[in-house]
């Protein structure tokens, strides 16, 4: 989803990994300093059911828009987000948690991490973390708590217009939150201008458990 409207992986695990079938993407940003801090690789994925009134980027609702995600788009993001100056990678859309993309985006999200440990991986949703993503919510899958195993920070929540503030870093209305996931905090080495609200009650798997 996007950071604006949050609009932003159920074959068996064919294994996530590496298996990049059904999913389409809209966008990759190279060099993205609005979705997350730091220069950021992102990745605009397509479908969404949120259909956030105001979302400036609609054209991503359909799941059909966009180029098919495949292996060689995934080797295109590994290699983007290889210099040092790259400080993370941001996943929106589109919504990254719709269980049509779950598969594709969990495998993708695995090689990240296991590629670079050391660079923050942000995620847009607008489906609510303490509500839709834990077992039995809305869009719980086998793969949710692996996006969310590889995910530092969660900026959850639907994009509501009448709440839009321009003032806002990284959220387009006050309903979002920044969610920091396995103890994720801002980098110390930049100033923190936004901050991560932590939940100390909702079990996902960690990153020691994958």
């Known amino acids: 989803m996007c950071s604006i409207c949050i609009c932003v992986c159920t074959p068996e695990t064919k294994e996530a990994e590496g298996s990049h079938e059904g999913m389409n993407y809209a966008n990759i940003k190279e060099f993205d ?14 479908g969404c059911r949120h259909h956030c009134k105001g979302c400036f980027n609609a054209m991503t609702w359909d799941f059909n828009y ?12 590994i290699e983007a987000l290889k210099p ?8 929106l859309g589109g919504e990254p948690f719709e269980p049509e993309n779950q598969a594709v985006l969990a495998g993708l999200l695995k090689r ?27 869009v719980y899958t086998p793969y949710t708590d692996e996006m969310l195993a590889c995910t530092d920070c969660l900026v959850d929540g639907e ?18 939150r920044l969610i920091g996931l396995h103890g994720y905090e801002p980098p110390k080495d930049r100033k923190p201008d936004h901050k991560i609200k932590h939940f100390d009650n909702v079990n996902i798997s960690t990153r020691t458990s994958m």
């Open 84 to 91: 040092d100056f790259i400080q993370g990678f941001t996943l």
């Open 159 to 176: 994009f509501v217009e009448a709440l839009k503030d321009v003032n806002l870093t990284f959220r387009g209305s006050s309903n979002q």
């Open 33 to 46: 300093i609005a979705d997350g801090p730091g220069v950021r690789v992102s990745l605009f994925v397509s």
């Open 112 to 138: 990240i991490r296991s590629t670079y440990p050391k660079k923050d991986i942000w995620c847009y949703t607008g489906y609510t973390y303490d509500v839709d993503l834990v077992p039995g919510g809305k």
């Open 66 to 77: 966009g180029e098919p995600f495949d292996d060689s788009i995934a080797d295109r993001i």
